[in-house]
Structures are given as C-alpha cells and as structure tokens.
C-alpha cells in the first residue's frame, strides 16, 4: 500500500490521452435569502481526469452532487473554484462567462428525463436539424435530411421516426432521440445525467450498449452518471464513487466492485438487490454504518483523525485508490472493523434519522 | 403463509378501446394472493401488469373496460360493487402505492392535514384525534411526528415514500398494493424501504400485490410471484425457486436484463424494445424462438398456466416435458 501524500493529484496521465481533466473542482451553492452569506458546498475539490475513448462512471446516492459535477462540466453551472481542461485549454479561463460553440461542438449533454428534455411541440427532425445547423454540419435541405436519417440509424432508430413527435414514442427510443441529438454536432465527449434510471428494464441494456459502441466505435468519452452499480460495472471502464460532494474512490469497475474498500462504497452495494445474498439485511447493522458513514466526524473507527484532516488518497491496488483514514499505511487493514467484528458498537437509539439527508456532513460556511 | 385466498384474480380480461382498434392489455389471467402473503407480479413496461392493478382498485376508466372474469375479495365480488359501497371498500380493505408515491402528494398542503383528511372521511374522527393517529402513523414509518406540519418538498424523496406508505396503512387494509414503489429512488434509501415494508407486512399481518420489473428485487421481498408477458402469465411459482430454476424462456431473460454485479462481464441484449403489445396481437410469445427446436411454436397465442409440479405453473404447450426446460 502506497500513499500519495504529494497532495490528492491522481494519475498524472500525458494530457493527451486525456480527453476531460478536472482539478478543484468546486461549487458552493448560496443559502438563504437575499443577503445571506450562508452557502453549502455541493461539489468539493474534485479531482479526476476522463480518458480518451473511455467511459467514466460516477456512481452516488442522490444528493451526493454527481449531477452537479455533470452540470459544471456543461456549462451549466459557473463552479466557486477549480479548472477543467478540454482539448489542452483551461475552459474555465479561456471562457469566462458562458460555453463557446467551439466547446458546444465537443462537449455535449444528455439528460435523465427523455420526457421532459424534448420539446413536444416539435417533430423528431427538429432535434436534429438545430444542432446541424447551427454547428454548420448540414447547410441543404437534403443534406439536413441525410445527415439526421445517418444519425436516426447509428443510435438504432428508423428514417421515418424522423416525422414522429415525442409522444409517439417509447421512453427508450425518446432518450435514444436524445443521444442522437448530442451525436449531432459530433462531439468527443458525452456527459450522460442517469440516461437510463426513468427507463424500462426491457430497454436499458439496449441504451447501455449504444453507449459502449460509441465509445469503441467512434471514440467518444463519456461521464456517465448513475446510481445504479451494475449499469456501471456493465459499461464503465473506471467507476468513481461521490459521497457528500467528495470522490471517496475510483478504479477500474471490475476491481472496484470486487473490492470495494471505502465504507461508503460497501454501504451502496450491500444495498444491491440480490437473492444470492447469504447475509440477510440488518436494520442494526445498517443504522451503524450508514451512521458511521454519513457522520464522518463522529466515525467510531477514526476517532478524530476524519475531523482534524481531510483523507488523502491512497493507492490499495493497480488502478484503484481510496481516500478513508482506514487505509493510511499506519493502520493495518486487519483493523478495520467494518470488515471485523468490533465491540466498539455505538448504540442505536442515538443513531440519525435514517433519512437524513447528507447535508449535514457538508461544511455550511457562514 | 395460510392458505386461503384474500383476493382470488380468475380469467381476468382487460381491453382497450381505441378509434379503429383493440389492445387486449390483460388476456385471461388467473392468481391468487393468500392472507399474510406477499406476491409479486414481474414483467417489462406494457405488458398489463399495472392494469392489473388498477383493475382490482376498480380504477380503470374509459377506453379501458373489464370485459371478462372474476375478481374476488375475501368471497366478496368486486367486480359488482358500485358507488357507496365500493367508495367504503377502496382502501379500507384494498389500498395501493402508485408508481410515482413522491408525486401523489398534494404539493399544497401539510402532511399532517393530508393523513387527518383520511381518518375524518373513513372513520369519521375528529380532527384532533386524526392528528394523534397521524402521529402514530409516521412513528410506524420511522418518521419523526414533528413533521405532520412539513409540506412535502421539505422532506426528502425516501421520507415522502415512507409518508405515501403510511398513508396506505391508515386505515388498516388486508391488502397493499404496490406499484413499483421504489422506481425514483437510489439503492441505499430502496433497501431501507423495502426491508421497513417487509417489517410492517409482519408485524400488521396484510397481504401485498408487488408490481416490479426488478426480478432481484422482487425476489428479495416476495414469497410467490408470477411473470407476465404481453398480457399473458408465463410462469407462476415459489420466488426463490423460479429464481433459482426459470422454467420459462422469458423468465430468464427478465432475469438477464440487468447486468450482474459479480463474475466476468458479459455482453447482454437486454429485451427488444420493439416486440410489444400494442397492436392488438397480444398474446403471442415472442420467446418461441428461444425454446428448444422440439417445442411447438407459441407464435401463434401464450398457452394457458400448466401446474408441472405442484404449485409451480409455467405457459408451455403440454407435450413439453419440464427436463427440456430447465436449463
């Protein structure tokens, strides 16, 4: 186990291979009223970089600000701090106050709600010939036309769907449309906002495999946001894991499900439906380390050591890192209760609320 | 589980009307629901099962019309209720989660005043008294009673859930429905309400009707479920054992359609997002081509629920044998 106390800087990947890379980044939304100096922090100094021609998962509840890092990487939202760099420029920078159509044309967005992210007054066509235009893909009538059937056929939609309005249909071929859409202006990076939670179990998979083949077969990037762990594990190359507006842990997919180290990580796939699951729920056992994870303050295991200092990352494998005291190299990971039995229990009645919100483990600044 | 049936669903026909044609939604669909048992009704988007629901609510309205079978409650038809009496029975006997729970609240008003509404209208309490019942009701669900005065978009979307589920409770039915309870919702705040539900459902003792399309989810939670398709039951049969053996193709690739989170990562195909059942032809199985090549062709129509062992039915023609299928 190594540890990276050169501060929290992951890999430092030859920025070429590197199609988005994000430092810092952070974003404190204001609370309160008019005058109120009251804000919280929704995203805080996030560090990480989205490989050329690699899907990157950013996995959380909801709540834990993974919409918001999507949303910041659009454009979306102005981040409190922090850069992004696209094609060697730092966007924030070159870019002050909104997106360039240079930038528009490699980064594009879908959205979770195909119901709501298409407009219902307008044809199929529609969707597609705006972002040809204005981004000077098709000037012709007919080359419009070509171009949007090309489109309709690479995301596994018919021609003549081009003359449908939204509400005629499914749920899975309107978020295909929306995917289309985003392909439209042929960007290089797709942020995907849970595009499959609304959808059907029958169409899922089929929006899942779109998205991998772009990635193999035209070399798009993709942050694909979602709270489902198996869609990552299926299509994610590398899967970060966001709690309470910090990344707690990425690697590979495949590793980081077999091994999730981070207690927040564990907490998220032992809730995983599974029938094969020999360890049956225990309510008792869940306050615990839901408790212990959402107050990282008062975690029983640490002690103070999570208040008096921020977790750095630290290397437990190839590939896969982790940012929890747990895995500092002075403790051995044989201690680490959530694995272990330990009599250290704290009770439960004075346990939060379940639903509490992970709001109060953000740091309100006043 | 005892085995007298509360709710007995027989040859249940449900269509729709359209201009120029007809969509059978429910084709002759036939279970039951034992007291204190939790059954779940599995199948993708389309293929009847929420219409299934809505028929035992008496929900359905125009173009949807029940046109055959029986639906019997405790002996009781509901299929005859009318007015009154079928105002009385709807949630006092047979109450229902709806699909999107977090937006069936009303955004408008408290959820103190939402709960008191249910107690005044069915039991005819006084609001003082409704208010501790309310109170009652949310300790039940784990929720702090200081939050009858909240409105719902101050509490977050597992409490609003919680909320929607004690009000299903109030008044004490034997049966619940659930349709797709927890769709909106992150897997931490799913499992916690699940397992709250499956602790409610033993210590009250009522009855659950579990509409999902999360075969693992549903077999986590349900001690007997059926699968439907295109309106159609395929397989009826003891959860864990249908999980752990399908005997019907489709089954299995409900089954398959959500990735693993364990073992190699494999290539799935998912369900076809085209074969539905929306053009009347309900009805026929779409799955035949994935049966054995001894198998007569079900192209034409689903068959009828076979029992081949007791207790366990699946829809295959009779001169299959079970050891062809049980793959």
New interface residues.
């Given amino acids: 186990m190594t540890t990276d106390t050169g501060q929290r800087r992951p890999s430092t990947a030859p920025i070429d291979d590197v199609s988005v890379r994000v430092r810092g980044l952070t974003k404190d939304f204001p609370l309160g009223g008019l005058f109120s100096r009251r804000s919280m922090r929704a995203v805080d100094n996030v560090d990480f970089d989205i490989p050329r021609g690699t899907i990157v998962a950013l996995v959380g ?3 834990s600000g993974k919409s918001t890092v999507a949303r910041a990487l659009a454009r979306l939202e102005r981040p409190t701090a922090g850069s992004i760099v696209v094609g060697g420029r730092d966007v924030l920078k070159t870019e002050k106050s909104a997106a360039s159509r240079r930038y528009r044309g490699t980064v594009q967005m879908v959205f979770q709600d195909p119901f709501g992210s298409l407009n219902p007054a307008h044809r199929v066509e529609h969707f597609l010939e705006r972002p040809l235009r204005i981004h000077g893909k098709a000037r012709s009538r007919q080359e419009v036309r070509r171009r949007s059937a090309e489109l309709m056929r690479t995301v596994g939609l018919t021609e003549d769907m081009l003359d449908s309005y939204p509400h005629e249909l ?4 309107r978020q295909r449309v929306s995917i289309a859409r985003a392909l439209a202006v042929d960007p290089e990076i797709i942020l995907a906002d849970e595009p499959t ?1 609304m959808l ?7 929006i ?2 779109l998205m991998a083949r772009l990635r193999d077969e035209r070399g798009i990037s993709m942050l694909f946001i979602t ?5 990552a ?2 299509v994610a190359d590398t899967t970060l894991v966001m709690f309470a507006g910090a990344l707690v842990e990425g690697g590979e997919s ?1 590793e980081l ?2 091994n999730p180290s981070h207690p927040y990580t564990q ?3 032992s ?5 094969a ?1 020999t360890v049956r ?1 225990d ?1 008792h056992q ?1 306050a615990l380390l ?1 408790r212990a994870v959402l107050a990282p303050t008062a975690c029983p295991w640490q002690g103070p050591d999570c208040s008096a200092t921020v977790p750095v990352r630290h290397t437990i494998g190839p590939d896969h890192w982790v940012r929890c005291h747990l895995y500092a190299p002075q403790v051995s990971a044989a201690a680490n209760p959530l694995l272990t039995d330990s009599d250290a229990q704290p009770d439960l009645d004075s346990a939060p ?3 509490v ?1 992970p709001a109060p483990t953000r740091k309100a600044t006043r | 589980m005892s085995t007298t049936p509360i709710l007995e669903v027989t040859n249940l026909r449900v269509e729709y009307h359209g201009d120029n044609r007809q969509v059978v939604a429910v084709n002759d669909v036939s279970f039951s629901i034992g007291e204190g048992e939790i059954f779940g009704l599995a199948g993708e988007s389309g293929c009847g099962k929420s219409t299934v629901a809505n028929a035992i609510m008496r929900l359905l309205k125009d173009p949807a019309e029940i046109t055959g079978g029986q639906i019997r409650f405790r002996g009781r038809d509901l299929l005859a209720m009318r007015g009154e009496e079928l105002r009385r029975f709807r949630w006092k006997e047979i109450a229902m989660i709806f699909q999107s729970a977090m937006n069936s609240l009303n955004p408008v008003m408290t959820i103190g005043s939402q709960m008191v509404d249910i107690f005044t209208t069915h039991e005819g309490l006084s609001v003082k008294q409704a208010r501790s019942r309310s109170a009652e009701l949310l300790r039940l669900v784990s929720i702090d009673p200081v939050r009858l005065d909240s409105y719902p978009h101050q509490l977050s979307g597992g409490m609003r859930q919680r909320a929607v589920i004690a009000m299903a409770l109030a008044l004490e039915p034997s049966l619940l429905i659930m349709d797709e309870p927890t769709t909106a919702l992150d897997v931490v705040v799913q499992q916690e309400i699940m397992a709250q539900i499956s602790d409610l459902q033993r210590q009250l003792g009522f009855s659950v009707l579990f509409i999902t399309h999360d075969m693992s989810l549903m077999v986590e939670l349900s001690h007997r479920m059926a699968v439907m398709h295109s309106g159609r039951l395929v397989e009826m049969a003891d959860a864990e054992l249908m999980f752990a053996s399908p005997l019907h193709p489709y089954t299995l690739s409900l089954m398959n359609a959500f990735p693993p989170l364990t073992g190699p990562r494999v290539r799935l195909t998912g369900l076809s997002d085209s074969v539905r059942a929306t053009d009347g032809t309900s009805g026929s199985c779409s799955f035949h081509v994935a049966c054995p090549p001894d198998r007569a062709n079900c192209s034409g129509n689903i068959p009828d629920l076979r029992e081949v062992q007791p207790g366990r039915f699946v829809a295959e023609h009779p001169r299959t044998s079970i050891e062809g299928t049980a793959a």
Avoid: T, W
């Fill in positions: 509840e909801s709540g499914s749920g899975g071929q939670s059907d179990v029958s169409v899922r998979i089929g899942l495999n709270h489902d762990l198996a869609s594990r299926y495949l499900m077999k907490l998220l796939l809730a995983v439906p599974d029938p699951r729920y309510p869940r839901r609320d379940l639903d919100a």
